[in-house]
């Protein structure tokens, strides 16, 4: 991508931002209802009881109930209530008399679900994916007591709701779909035409042959349906930034996401079904309820649109300055701001508040480390941006490429920021090349989406560590990939003409006051800062 066209992008995007609410609404298409139905068991008669799974479905359904406007129409169907007799019932009769012609459905199951290879001899003729009611027999199968997904999703795709969104999360394996889904791999941006077409989209927690897990990072929560309310929660799953969620956009966000975090042994998948005319289920994050400033503030943190970001989070500020998001949000601001005499009283606000992980992007550990190291880091992290003494180029290739195949990342235009595009699985490199006349000592600090930060060695060379990359001289850093959160990250780089023992053996987290060696005023001085910003997020 050429700069202009990185330009004329985010132009696009901002101008998106920019939409109101009023404009959304105007369109030519009837908004309806916005309706969610769940369906959660975790006592199982004969099958292995789960832990989360009734926790999901409840804990999913008041997210988007709170956050983000649905309404509840059914009553969720959980534990021995979720036989066989009334999932159907719930499908063919209660959803078929409630929805109406612009209604928004979400349909979210957790559970378990099967799948059956039928052969014969070593042709495999088909696999058909099951989903499993609460009174289903086994542990031997018997096939007629579960529900087929290919002629439940028919039927759910014949119910009159313009929009519908299937979410399966099954604690146990993945679901074979057969040739119900059609698979895509594009997070749709939003377009007015895309709300008036029919729209049939499927979300699974994992693939036919992996085992998808019960509990993750989110307590009471699947690492599945946890990252969901995640996504919803925050904003992360709104991948452009334009304070609207498709459900293609969802499917992406959660595919990359979950695939990350399990380092990949679970990988959701996402398409489209029977009678899916290309249309999207948009979920808006533009309204002023305390949730939906959150996330579009989040959102704007991650695109570096700074002045939007500094808006909505004084606006936070002013309906909630004690509530835990407020002040984890005001953290980030104030860390960008650099006072950082706010960011420790911030600090050790959230973490006298013992928080339960999951309601703020940064863990209870986390900011116990980010204390630790506030003390010593805080004035090397007032140095401003000057002019760089060093030539930086970030290189790509793919995970399982070969290691000297290297490409310049693909420049893109983050809000106020120019910054690179990394894809998901890729490896990055720096090329680092001295332009002065004396040897330059070169350090590395990441600061991650969730505003998490810690210093990272740049080199494998002891040479270049200890006596600095010689002048006129490039090199190349470790090879480095991002496994923790996805988003926007920042690098920064310290160049100093002197070896700085600060920076090669800096202070474990746990270091506590005096005892830490801080850095010397007058190395300080001598000190020159760049930035470099990449985004994890996928390509549009």
């Known amino acids: 991508m050429t700069a202009p066209n ?11 931002r920019e939409f109101t609410e009023t404009e959304v609404a105007s369109n030519s298409v009837e908004q309806g209802r916005s309706l969610v139905v769940v369906i959660g068991i975790n006592e199982y ?10 926790q999901d479905a409840v804990g999913l359904q008041q997210t988007l109930i709170d956050k983000l406007g649905f309404s509840a129409p059914i009553p969720p169907l959980l534990n021995e209530a979720a036989t066989k007799a009334a999932i159907t019932f719930l ?8 929805v109406q012609k612009d209604d928004s459905l979400v349909l979210f199951f957790a559970g378990h679900g099967h799948t059956r290879v039928d ?21 031997k199968e018997v096939w007629s007591d579960y529900i087929q997904i290919d002629p439940l999703l028919q039927s759910i795709s014949w119910l009159p709701a313009r929009h519908i969104l299937v979410i399966l999360d099954s604690c146990h394996s993945g679901f074979a779909l057969g040739e119900a889904m059609k698979s895509f791999r594009d997070a749709v941006r939003y377009e007015k035409d895309l709300s008036s077409r029919l729209s049939r989209k499927v979300i699974t927690s994992a693939r036919r042959e992996q085992l998808a897990l019960d509990n993750g990072p989110i307590p009471g929560h699947s690492l599945f349906t946890g990252t969901l309310v995640d996504g919803f929660n925050w ?25 990350q975090t399990s380092e990949s042994k679970q990988t959701p ?21 305390f949730d939906a400033l959150k996330a579009r503030a989040f959102s704007a943190l991650q695109s570096r649109e700074l002045k939007f970001f500094k808006e909505r989070v004084e606006e936070l500020i002013a309906l909630n300055p004690s509530s835990p998001e407020s002040l984890y949000l005001e953290y980030r601001l104030r860390f960008a701001e650099n006072d950082f005499e706010r960011v420790v009283e911030i600090i050790n606000t959230l973490l006298s508040l013992n928080l339960s992980n999951g309601l703020i992007p940064l863990s209870q550990e ?24 060093v030539q930086v180029n970030v290189l790509v290739r793919d995970a399982g490429g070969v290691p000297d195949k290297l490409e310049n990342a693909e420049k893109i235009r983050l809000g106020d920021v120019e910054g690179y595009r990394i894809e998901h699985r890729k490896v990055f490199r720096l090329s680092l090349t001295n332009t002065t006349s004396h040897p330059l000592h070169i350090y590395m600090v990441e600061i991650d989406s969730n505003g998490y930060f810690q210093p990272i060695i740049l080199w494998k060379e002891e040479d270049i560590l200890f006596d600095g990359l010689p002048p006129g001289e490039t090199k190349l850093s470790y090879p480095f990939v991002q496994t923790g959160s996805t988003g926007t990250c920042e690098i920064r780089l310290f160049a100093s003409p002197k070896r700085l023992k600060f920076f090669l053996f800096p202070a474990s987290p746990g270091a506590r006051g005096s005892s830490i060696e801080l850095i010397e005023e007058e190395d300080l001085t001598q000190i020159k800062m760049k930035p470099i910003y990449y985004s994890m997020t996928s390509k549009l």
């Open 6 to 16: 990185a330009k004329t992008e985010f132009l696009e995007r901002k101008a998106e």
């Open 366 to 389: 986390d900011l116990w480390d980010i204390e630790g190291r506030l003390y010593c880091w805080a004035s090397v992290f007032s140095i401003t941006e000057t002019t760089f003494p």
């Open 269 to 289: 998948d996402f398409g489209s079904f029977y009678l899916d005319d290309r249309g999207e289920m948009v979920i808006s994050l533009r309204n002023q309820s």
């Open 45 to 54: 008669i004969h099958w292995q009881k789960l832990k989360n799974a009734v």
């Open 235 to 259: 904003g992360k799953a709104d991948l452009d930034g334009n304070g609207l969620i498709t459900s293609s956009e969802l499917g992406l966000f959660i595919q990359q996401k979950v695939g």
């Open 119 to 139: 052969k014969a001899g070593d042709i495999v003729l088909g696999e058909t994916g099951f989903i499993i009611p609460a009174e289903a027999r086994g542990p």
């Open 91 to 98: 499908i063919e009769d209660q959803l078929r008399e409630e």
